[in-house]
């Protein structure tokens, strides 16, 4: 695995700041490739806005943020 941080990423379900873990085997195919989020971080109105990835809704919404995680790590999907 190796560690990754994103300080920005602007996707269809936000802005976000991630960081986390990622296996990917090459030649990559989806089922090797495996992300690991270990935080997160939604832009609000506010400021930057802590997620709790343990919970369920947010588990959902990085299921969602896996595509374009990969293709932000120059991992073609």
């Known amino acids: 695995m190796e560690v990754f941080n994103i300080s920005r990423i602007t996707t ?21 490739q495996s992300i690991s989020i270990t935080a997160l971080e939604i832009m609000s109105t506010d ?10 809704s947010v588990q959902a919404l990085i299921v969602k943020l896996n595509s374009p995680i990969l ?4 991992v073609e999907v």
């Open 47 to 56: 400021g930057w806005q802590a997620l709790d990835v343990s919970a369920d």
């Open 12 to 32: 269809a379900e936000g802005i976000f700041k991630i960081s986390g873990e990622a296996s990917i085997s090459k030649p990559s195919t989806t089922d090797d």
């Open 71 to 74: 293709c932000h790590l120059k």
